[in-house]
């Protein structure tokens, strides 16, 4: 008994530093290592704009992570939910006082930095539906009040990123969220009735899409029906991939990029950039280094007492893999460009941010992996 509830309570500053996943923190900081040589290189060579900024918001950013980590996993259980309205919040705000940009509305001045509430609204989904779970009786899982509260916390937030429009960001929501009601149990037969019932009503769902979100399935489909136009970003994409071959053009040697044929290079084509600098067998080490955090994040929360930091960690986990399955895709022309950054890699502060509050959180499970939340 007075075991269980030395485990409960704060542990020590050394415990915690001792209890720090070393092999995630160290993927996490070689990664970021390699994401300021990369956007070194979209910048030609020199210490610019975007080279600075990515710099900074990692110094910032990765201090954060680690502070995160150190607070006591029932606080991230406590504030599951204020965290999710908060964003819900933000994301009310963004539709009334954001900053319109390229006929979008997603972005809000935080002065330091331009911020994206629904890049944090991937990990708040995360959170708060692992602390509903965490709560939920196994005999309730699959009661229809229970699956109208989880599709209601996921539908929510949703619609207001659809209408910013950012059907990108609603579609990884969603998978966040879906995730999560498969690992919390919901049966199924669930998951293949709502998927008969999606592919029912696609056509009505595509009517309501809007003329460059159909062009870019169509563009999908046939790259080279606009080559100079709806589908030069794809097109340049693959030749800069395939121009890379086995062993890459060398660093800072990349034609497509330097020679300005691909566009958005420092954002959702980063990949394409260092595929073409370090070939096939840079691409398997970026990858290799995605495996060991994803690897790492799945560890901690087999480890975990708490069913809360089981859901989070392996959501996240999840979540993680999708972001970059479907930035390689939409680079490899395998899946329409929807705007998906590649986590860390591509310049961005709020997915950054985002990214960096999920890993302190999975952090701060490993640290607490012996607590147990009532």
């Known amino acids: ?83 999710y309205f908060l964003v819900i919040l933000l994301l009310i705000w963004v539709s009334f006082f954001g900053i319109k940009s390229s006929g979008s509305q997603r972005w809000l001045d935080a002065y330091l930095f331009v911020l994206q509430p629904s890049e944090l609204m991937k990990v708040a989904i995360i959170l708060c539906l692992a602390k509903y779970y965490h709560r939920l009786k196994i005999e309730n899982v699959n009661s229809l009040t229970s699956i109208v509260v989880v599709l209601s916390i996921i539908l929510v937030p949703i619609i ?15 998978s966040s969220g879906l995730i999560i009601l498969w690992l919390g149990g919901v049966k199924i037969k669930y998951f293949i009735y709502s998927f008969i019932a999606f592919l029912i009503s696609l056509p009505f769902i595509i009517s309501f899409l809007k003329p460059y979100q159909k062009l870019r399935i169509l563009t999908f489909l046939d790259p080279d029906r606009d080559p100079l136009g709806a589908g030069y970003q794809i097109i340049q994409s693959k030749i800069a991939i395939g121009s890379g071959g086995f062993e890459g053009k060398g660093f800072l040697k990349g034609t497509q990029s330097y020679l300005d044929f691909l566009p958005e290079k420092h954002t959702d084509f980063i990949f394409t950039l260092f595929s073409e600098e370090f070939g096939f067998i840079g691409s398997i080490g970026l990858l290799l280094l995605y495996s060991i955090i994803i690897f790492r994040i799945i560890r901690i929360g087999s480890i975990s007492r708490s069913n809360f930091a089981r859901l989070f960690c392996f959501g996240y986990a999840f979540a ?21 950054p590649l986590p860390i890699m591509s310049y961005g502060g709020s997915s950054m941010l985002a990214t960096m509050i999920g890993f302190g959180i999975v952090l701060s499970a490993k640290i607490n992996h012996k607590q147990i939340i009532s």
């Open 1 to 83: 008994m007075f075991q269980n509830d030395r485990l409960n309570n704060e542990i020590t500053l050394f415990e915690k530093i001792k209890n720090l996943d070393y092999i995630l923190v160290t993927s996490v900081i070689l990664l970021s290592i390699v994401s300021v040589f990369v956007m070194y290189s979209t910048d030609g060579g020199e210490i610019l704009f975007h080279t600075k900024n990515h710099f900074v918001k990692l110094s910032v950013f990765f201090p954060l992570m680690i502070f995160i980590a150190f607070f006591n996993l029932k606080f991230w259980h406590n504030f599951s939910y204020v965290f």
């Open 320 to 340: 993680i893999f999708i972001y970059i399955v479907v930035n390689l895709s939409m680079v490899l022309g395998l899946l329409p460009i929807v705007g998906s």
């Open 160 to 174: 207001f990123v659809i209408s910013q429009p950012d059907l990108g960001t609603s579609i990884l929501i969603a």
